[in-house]
């Protein structure tokens, strides 16, 4: 198979020419990118951050946001006759306290529900100014039943008296206020015990849930927000030796979400620390001179550049930051680093004789095109993130993908300036931190002197065995016992167990995945948030939440036709496993009837005066009332004609949120089946839409992205079969991460998914790194291994000598980066955590294990060159004054730049070895 490098030999031969240039110029590059940086940085005066939760971590257009305007259009939501199952859920103003006893396992007795009367005392003091300067407390802004605010079922079938606790038997769910009230009290409580012998009569209750309804409307909105701010220092404060409480308001998780952004600070500045130190280190060397220690601070702050460029580039233009972007940085540090190690890995392949300007060209003609390759591929990614419909994923898609983009200008241009003065200081022999002139090691004249201060090249150092002396350690570890060990049969058969292992572990994890973000993780590990939201899906789970059916279509309900399909349709919905028992449903035309029934109305009458009397009987009652929030009159009909109707549902136990899905999935597909024009929609449909789009979009995101990175990897790599194995690299790594973070505890939810679609370009980064070095390394021939190899496996072992080193210090840099979030409190951080630290270590055991090895395997597949062109890393043109071709054995000469001679002997696969 030929090479399909038309592309690439652009790139070499660009990037060659711009090397150079930036070696003659680095001044305007360096002052540029600096002036770029600041002027861009100062957007960041606009930053604004999106706390919105159920705009963030909700699809935008989703069915359920369809539904939701169709209900809430019909059936507006009357905050003077306000009822629970019929409001807005998490979206409606007000606050949710769970109290549970300090002491034992029961909150029904009677020092607690003292203590919970208290509680709810002070509640009901709380006070906040209106819009007259008029002290407003609850009674004024809550929502409203017949006249008076709504009151905790418990409570109300207690007198609201703590020494009734004993002498009242409290029945479950429904418990009886008198012979004709009943009231529902199975939601309000939690971890529910009954008597001996009986079904219905609670004998213990481990949690008592109270909740606090506020009008919702406009004109509240501000004044609610303000009683929520009070509520939560009351509750903050209240001291009790009887209950713990946990509790939110409707704006709990804005609050978290504004906190837990400011708290990555703190994070950051440790990341920077440690970051700056491995980069200095890493740039260190035993000889002062060929040390970069200054070079790897300039590194790190290219990237720092980066992000406040691109940052303030996408505040001034009005995009709002959020919690997720704030991973952003630790990431964009990481990249940036590594990016930078593979700079000077291949400015430490150069010839040190060579001037600077030649160095660059040629560090450039290597580095920057497998940087231009890995920077496509990564804003290739964050640009198929960026259409994803959660808003969450998209603008942190957005910010990295721009950043990333920023980051690869500035390495190429403020980092390649840095480089040239480096190159120069390195070329007059200057120490790499002091900046004063020391003489080379050979020639110290001390031990200390020796230690500290000498470097460079001496001047009876000749030809090729410079380069040898830019050589790190780990270099010369990689080319001349690592690879060459690599290469023996023994090793790849265990490279192929480590594999199989590798492979089975993820398939086994695939069958464990979990999907949703549960809103606990979206608060402060520890937070009274947290514990709220915690507390709730464990031991609240036994009631699902509240599904309004509405029936759209005009029907003559007064025709015993029209009421037997109705009801079959009722009951239907009813069937199903995820819906409560009929005992829950309200459904205004089933009472109506047994109303009738009750009153003996007669048949004929009943078609006749249908209407009339469900206006004026049924309706105007107190125990139907609330019925007539469910019937929608045709205008100008007088009440005559009913335009659309609803009943309401109770869901069953919804654990899970794979039972969350397909309880929503399946009142839907009942809806569809049915002839009738009809929607169904629960508050709660708006965040499980999240829990449905989440695995199909991630599968939709990552085969698009998979197309473009084969496309790209065709296109940039030199050989159509690399391209291949990249794509396999990327989907192994994949599959890695599926299956291993949800044996890590991580769900497949919009934040992993974001983590998911980034690692596709951190996949490309590693292997596309070593394939092109294996392709394109003209030292593949190198005389220094140690055993006989075939081409392939000496070009693998190479690839190892050139680009091992960078790799995993650049994998290493990005786990440094994202170290610290391990131990942030946030489940967004950890999250983004634990994924990339996958993606580091296998990216390393892909490039630095398995790729080499199915490289020098499958060389049979690969011409081990290109042919030779102008400014192409392949050929020797460089180094060589004069060529004389000798027909005998076609033995060629090769007088280099010192005068040594050198005979060049064709391989199988024209490929010349130097000897």
């Not at 940036?336 to 291949?346: N, P």
């Not at 709730?536 to 009631?543: H, I, M, N, R």
């Not at 679609?757 to 292997?767: E, M, T």
Request: aromatic share 12%.
């Amino acid at each position: 198979m030929g090479y399909f490098d038309c592309i690439d030999r652009l790139l070499v031969s660009f990037f060659s020419r711009y090397g150079k240039l930036i070696g003659r110029h680095p001044l305007p590059f360096l002052l540029g990118s600096i002036l770029v940086a600041l002027g861009l940085g100062t957007g960041l005066m606009f930053i604004r951050l999106e706390t919105d939760v159920m705009y963030l971590f909700t699809p935008q257009e989703s069915q359920a946001r369809v539904e939701s305007d169709i209900i809430y259009d019909i059936f507006p939501v009357d905050y003077e006759a306000y009822l629970p199952n019929r409001g807005k859920g998490v979206t409606d103003l007000g606050s949710n306290v769970i109290v549970k006893p300090k002491v034992g396992d029961n909150v029904l007795t009677e020092a607690v529900i003292a203590e919970i009367l208290r509680f709810d005392a002070g509640v009901q003091d709380v006070t906040v100014q209106d819009w007259n300067d008029t002290e407003c407390r609850y009674d004024c802004l809550c929502a409203m039943w017949e006249g008076s605010c709504l009151v905790n079922p418990v409570l109300q079938a207690y007198d609201f008296n703590a020494s009734r606790v004993s002498s009242i038997n409290l029945t479950h769910p429904f418990h009886h206020l008198s012979e004709r009230s009943v009231t529902f009290v199975g939601a309000s409580l939690g971890e529910v015990t009954m008597k001996d012998g009986e079904n219905s009569t609670v004998a213990t209750a481990g949690l008592l849930s109270l909740s606090y309804h506020l009008k919702s409307t406009s004109k509240f909105q501000s004044l609610g927000r303000r009683w929520e701010k009070e509520f939560l220092k009351y509750a903050d404060g209240f001291q009790s030796d009887h209950v713990a409480l946990s509790y939110i308001v409707s704006h709990t998780l804005e609050r978290e979400i504004t906190n837990l952004t400011l708290t990555v600070l703190p994070f950051f500045a440790v990341t920077c620390v440690l970051l700056v130190t491995f980069a200095v280190a890493s740039c260190l060397v035993a000889d002062w001179v060929l040390g970069k220690a200054i070079l790897g601070c300039l590194g790190f702050i290219s990237a720092l550049l980066a992000i406040a460029a691109s940052s303030g580039l996408l505040c001034f233009l009005g995009f709002h930051f959020n919690i997720v972007a704030a991973s952003m940085p630790f990431l964009i540090i990481g990249i940036g680093i590594d990016d930078m190690f593979i700079m000077l890995a291949a400015w430490r392949k150069t010839n040190p004789r060579s001037t600077v300007e030649e160095r660059m060209g040629k560090a450039y003609s290597e580095a920057a095109v497998s940087i231009t390759i890995t920077s496509i591929t990564d804003a290739l990614a964050f640009g198929i993130g960026a259409i994803t419909p959660l808003p969450a994923v998209r603008i942190f898609c957005l910010f990295t993908g721009v950043t990333v983009v920023f980051d690869y200008l500035f390495q190429v241009t403020f980092f390649g300036a840095c480089m040239v003065y480096s190159g120069r200081r390195e070329e007059a022999g200057r120490h790499c931190i002091t900046m004063l002139k020391v003489v080379p090691r050979d020639e110290a004249k001390s031990k200390f002197y020796k230690l500290f201060c000498a470097g460079g090249l001496s001047k009876q150092d000749q030809g090729l065995d410079l380069k040898q002396s830019c050589e790190t350690a780990l270099m010369t570890f990689f080319k001349e016992h690592y690879g060459p060990a690599l290469m023996t049969t023994p090793a790849k058969i265990l490279a192929l167990f480590l594999f199989c292992v590798y492979i089975g572990g993820a398939a086994y994890g695939c069958f464990f995945v979990t999907e949703g973000l549960e809103m606990k993780s979206l608060a402060g590990d520890g937070s009274v948030a947290h514990q709220y939201f915690d507390t709730l899906a464990k031991d609240f789970s036994q009631y699902g939440p509240a599904v309004s059916v509405a029936i759209l279509d005009q029907l003559n309900y007064s025709s015993p036709k029209v009421q037997e399909d109705v009801e079959r349709i009722v009951q239907d919905f009813e069937s199903s496993m995820y819906i409560h028992s009929s005992d829950c449903t309200e459904f205004w035309l089933r009472d109506y009837l047994k109303f009738l029934d009750m009153a003996n109305i007669p048949e004929k009458s009943r078609t006749e005066y249908f209407m009339t009397l469900l206006v004026d009987f049924f309706l105007r009652m107190p125990a139907f009332s609330r019925y007539s929030q469910d019937i929608v009159f045709q205008e100008g009909s007088n009440q005559t004609i009913i335009e659309a109707s609803r009943f309401m549902l109770l869901g069953d136990s919804l654990i899970t949120t794979t039972q969350q899905m397909d309880m929503m999935a399946d009142v839907r597909k009942r809806v569809k089946d049915n002839e009738m024009n009809m929607t169904v929609f629960s508050p709660m449909f708006i965040i499980y839409e999240q829990f449905v789009i989440v695995r199909p979009l991630t599968l939709q995101n990552l085969s698009i992205a998979l197309g473009s990175m084969f496309l790209v990897a065709l296109l940039l790599i030199p050989h159509p079969f690399c391209a291949v194995m990249v794509t396999a690299c990327i989907v192994s790594i994949q599959v890695g991460i599926f299956g291993y973070m949800s044996l890590w505890d991580v769900p497949l939810d919009g934040i992993s998914m974001i983590n998911i679609i980034l690692c596709i370009g951190f996949s490309v980064d590693f292997s596309a790194h070593i394939t092109y070095s294996f392709l394109c390394d003209h030292e593949a021939q190198h005389r220094d291994c140690q055993r006989k190899m075939t081409a392939a496996e000496r070009h693998s072992v190479m690839a190892l000598y050139s680009l091992g080193m960078p790799i995993m210090q650049g994998a290493l840099s990005t786990i440094l980066a994202i170290l610290a979030l391990y131990w942030s409190p946030s489940y967004i951080f950890r999250a983004f955590f634990k994924i990339m630290f996958m993606v580091m270590v296998f990216g390393m055991l892909h490039s630095l294990v398995f790729l080499p090895v199915l490289l020098s395997s499958l060389g049979c597949c690969f011409k081990m060159t290109a042919p030779p062109s102008s400014g192409s890393p392949y050929e020797m043109k460089e180094d060589v004054a004069q060529k004389k071709n000798q027909e005998s054995g076609k033995v060629e000469l090769a007088f280099m730049d010192d005068g040594t001679v050198l005979r060049v002997y064709p391989t199988f696969d024209g490929r010349v070895t130097v000897l």
